[in-house]
């Protein structure tokens, strides 16, 4: 069952705007992963965030948890065109346990 | 650089027919995985490995096999195909320590 749910599905803004996309699971995790995916692709880990953890930043990316809530969040800031692509949250729980969410389209206008 | 490769980008299967994924890893990584993505349905795990040799089942295995002779090589095998393992299938490596997964670029399968 996928347990990680992504939020909106889709998402359309322009060049240079924030993009924010949220991830909600429901068991207990060890650690959660934001990965991108360009159309067609592979995925590709961007940014990992332990259970202890509330924030995190790499880049222009800024990664949250709330262990309480059962949610993450994804921020880009000063988004750009090449950031096109779907973006997919993983809960690790446990040992080889990864599941994977339903992904966030996102879309940057230029 | 961490490499994944899948032995094809694109597959053109036939229904029954025995089709065989292979996927590569050049980083000595103990553990990889098979997944199968479709639309709406996120990455579903097939199987995983830990060691060569050794399988454990995800998710989704019916219709699916896995072997791990080599630590580098892991190769999801459909015993007879059928008209809904059309998918994208991803294979992925990380370490024993587990902070990431590298993947590859994807087969895409049709059956028909």
């Known amino acids: 069952s996928q347990q990680g749910e992504e939020d909106p599905q889709a998402l359309s803004i322009q060049e240079g705007e924030n993009a924010t996309m949220n991830c909600s699971y429901k068991?207990?995790?060890?650690?959660l992963q934001w990965y991108r995916q360009n159309s067609g692709r592979g995925l590709v880990h961007l940014i990992l965030?332990?259970?202890?953890?509330r924030e995190k930043h790499s880049g222009r990316l800024r990664v949250t948890l709330d262990t309480s809530k059962k949610s993450s969040s994804l921020l880009i800031t000063a988004s750009r065109a090449a950031d096109t692509a779907s973006y997919f949250c993983?809960?690790?729980?446990?040992?080889?346990?990864?599941?994977f969410g339903t992904g966030t389209r996102l879309k940057v206008l230029a | 650089d961490v490499k994944v490769t899948q032995s094809s980008r694109y597959l053109v299967k036939r229904t029954g027919e025995k089709v065989f994924l292979e996927c590569v890893q050049d980083?000595?990584?103990?553990?990889m995985f098979w997944y199968r993505q479709d639309p709406g349905l996120g990455l579903r795990l097939i199987y995983f490995?830990?060691?060569?040799?050794?399988?454990e089942k995800g998710d989704i295995p019916e219709g699916y096999s896995v072997s791990r002779e080599k630590k580098e090589r892991f190769s999801l095998i459909l015993e007879s195909a059928s008209t809904n393992q059309t998918s994208m299938y991803l294979c992925?490596?990380?370490?024993?320590?587990?902070?990431?997964?590298?993947f590859g670029p994807g087969t895409r399968l049709t059956v028909t």
């Open positions: 993983a809960t690790v729980s446990g040992t080889y346990k990864y599941i």
């Open positions: 068991t207990s995790i060890n650690n």
């Open positions: 965030i332990r259970s202890n953890e």
């Open positions: 980083m000595d990584h103990e553990n």
């Open positions: 490995s830990y060691d060569v040799k050794m399988k």
């Open positions: 992925a490596s990380e370490t024993a320590r587990g902070d990431e997964q590298y």
